[in-house]
């Protein structure tokens, strides 16, 4: 028999779309173009995300979880045994299974912006996991987020796998950090993975796999404009790029226009020159040291930091 997932405001199915329009109409016009990276995440894109994570050039996902199943047991003693979890971006919710099996909290919480994706990993954990009380939340963590009743008690886990923390600007970090403080109580802690700095063919590796799966993850958001939005948009017309920018610590993604084209979205025109760009994602590197002073701005207090042997990725423990 199924088992079932508590979904908490579902009432805003329609409110992703409604910004894609305002967010993409604003970049467009904007010099140079850019787009947001939280648009990526529709069902293909959450798919093709999911692909990403298994391309061999890709190491952050195997790495993180390589480092949560070795420091898992330290983990649940740290936040203890009874702590609630609550997963932002959840995603696949693959990693959250070895913190799960180690800590067995009573309940846990997947917050996600993609709801049909969230839908099913959840129901895949409430299927797999009897004994834990499954709830699902639909949300954009950019945006101030307020737990529901239950999981602002006594030592929640906050767990944000993934470096996603590295898609916000270093401000826009902080800001985030901030905001997840203020929701936390005291002594609530928060699992965070931390992309590191490295070599820059690693990195570039990462981010142009062989396979063209990165490729089509970045055309898939014009993919997802001309579907949902009003646009002759083909991105048969552009192609993917994507490079470290060390002075800034970032991967930079984008999409470029070879020759020179217009598109129409609605009833406005935008014109691209030949070669120019749509900015379409940062991925922020950190050292450990840099990423724990950034938290520390916040007002989290570093517990315990734990990497790979050849440094490529980080986890570290908070604590508000
Ligand atoms: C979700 N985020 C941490 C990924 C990253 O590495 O910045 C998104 C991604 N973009 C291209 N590949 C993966």
Known sequence: MPHTVHFHDEQHPTLPCASLRQTTLDGFATDPKWASPKFFYDRRGSELF????????????????????????????????????????????????????????ASYLGIDI?????????????DDYPWLDVHAACADFSQPLHLPEGFDGAHPLAFFPGSSIGNFTPTEAAAFLSNLHELLPKHGGLLIGVDLVKDRQVLEAAYNDEAGVTAAFNLNLLERIRRELDSDIDPKRFVHHAFFNERESRIEMHLISPQAQQVRIESQRFSFAAGESLHTENSYKYTTASFCDLAGTAGFRSVACWTDPQRLFSVHYLER
């Open 114 to 126: 993609s709801q049909d994706f969230l839908r099913d990993s959840t129901a895949r954990l409430a």
């Open 50 to 105: 999911e692909q990403i994570c298994q391309q061999p050039e890709y190491y952050p996902t195997r790495t993180e979880e390589a480092i949560l199943a070795s420091a898992a047991h330290t983990i649940a003693e740290i936040a203890g045994h009874q702590a609630n979890l609550v997963e932002l971006g959840s995603g696949a919710s693959r990693k959250v299974r070895l913190l799960l099996e180690a800590m067995h909290p």
